[in-house]
């Protein structure tokens, strides 16, 4: 039971998408695709999403443009 539940959480923890700004998929700093990438959204979306709410999103855009670390570079899209 206790290795089974070990298993599992090792797996997990192995494919766990983490949160980063996106390289191919950006506009300004890659913060509306990073976070499309991450919940498996449209970009437009969440773009769309960030236009409704401007003065308060326009000071978290910049926050996460400054906290959320860039992407990797790869050879391949995903």
């Given at each position: 039971?206790?290795l089974?539940?070990?298993?599992?959480?090792t797996?997990?923890?192995s494919?766990k998408k983490?949160?980063t700004?996106?390289v191919?998929?950006?506009?300004?700093?890659?913060?509306?695709g990073?976070i499309a990438?991450y919940f498996?959204?449209?970009s437009?979306?969440v773009?769309?999403?960030?236009?409704?709410f401007?003065?308060c999103?326009?000071?978290?855009?910049i926050?996460l443009?400054?906290i959320?670390?860039?992407?990797p570079p790869t050879?391949?899209?995903?």
């Open positions: 039971m206790v089974s539940y070990y298993l599992l959480v797996r997990w923890l494919v983490k949160l700004r996106s191919f998929d950006k506009s300004i700093a890659g913060v509306c990073g990438e498996n959204l449209s437009l979306f773009r769309l999403l960030f236009l409704l401007i003065p999103n326009l000071i978290v855009y926050i443009a400054n959320i670390p860039v992407s050879l391949y899209r995903r």
